[in-house]
């Protein structure tokens, strides 16, 4: 990864020196322009593997600048299809589905019918409708492992959106039944959630929600107060 990393680092600075991706851009050969953008669509990728979300959002932009203004001057990459639909994933895990939505149209006209850009419609769809079961279902069947990082990190967000459910509805709960309900792989993975949360797993496999010992801890602290107000009161002459 690090002779990867240097070798795209100097690629990149030998493209600064170039008219690539200004007005002037049309002066460079094709062969030239087409190697330039394999360079983006590799760094890009790389952040992706090496979970470097920000600098993958502006190779992304970079990006998007080559495929559509290249659109018909230079052969359609490959990579293009998966590397936009990755990017619509992305805004997903920022929450930015108002991008999403905007961005979908013009990716589609641009690509076409592609499997990578249903599967991130798919992804839309389970996020509006908060539907953690259909999320956990892609997580599970992503047709790219570069979708894995973003994907596993709304399922994350999710987890934890159904874990404050979850403290709102019970007073307590089962460790299988949270390994069960937020489709834990296994009991260790819940519990490292569990600490995760701040909550208590009781020597008989319970779970306590922080809220709930809190809210009991008040209850009789209040209790407290009203047995103290009516020994007052029935000493009162």
Not at 133 to 147: G, H, I, R
């Given at each position: 990864t690090a002779k990867i990393t240097n070798l795209l680092k100097e690629l990149k600075e030998q493209m600064i020196h170039t008219s690539f991706l200004?007005?002037?851009e049309n002066k460079i050969s094709e062969k030239d322009r087409l190697a330039y953008r394999t360079v983006l669509e590799c760094d890009a990728i790389l952040h992706i593997k090496t979970k470097n979300v920000k600098q993958f959002a502006l190779d992304i932009q970079k990006l998007k600048t080559v495929y559509f203004r290249e659109e018909s001057a230079l052969p359609k990459s490959d990579k293009m299809p998966l590397l936009l639909s990755t990017s619509l994933v992305y805004l997903l895990t920022q929450g930015q589905i108002v991008e999403f939505n905007i961005e979908i149209p013009n990716f589609r006209k641009l690509v076409g019918k592609n499997q990578f850009l249903d599967y991130s419609t798919e992804l839309l769809h389970a996020v509006v409708d908060n539907s953690f079961?259909?999320?956990?279902?892609?997580?599970?069947?992503?047709?790219?492992?570069?979708?894995q990082n973003f994907t596993s990190l709304i399922l994350d967000g999710a987890r934890h959106s159904h874990a404050d459910s979850l403290e709102r509805s019970y007073k307590r709960l089962k460790l299988d039944e949270l390994v069960q309900i937020l489709h834990f792989e296994n009991a260790d993975q819940a519990k490292q959630f569990i600490d995760q949360r701040g909550w208590t797993l009781t020597k008989n496999n319970f779970i306590k929600f922080t809220h709930t010992e809190e809210k009991e801890k008040i209850a009789d602290d209040e209790a407290a107060r009203y047995v103290d107000l009516a020994i007052r009161l029935s000493g009162m002459p």
């Open positions: 200004t007005n002037e079961t259909q999320l956990f279902n892609l997580n599970a069947k992503v047709p790219s492992p570069l979708f």
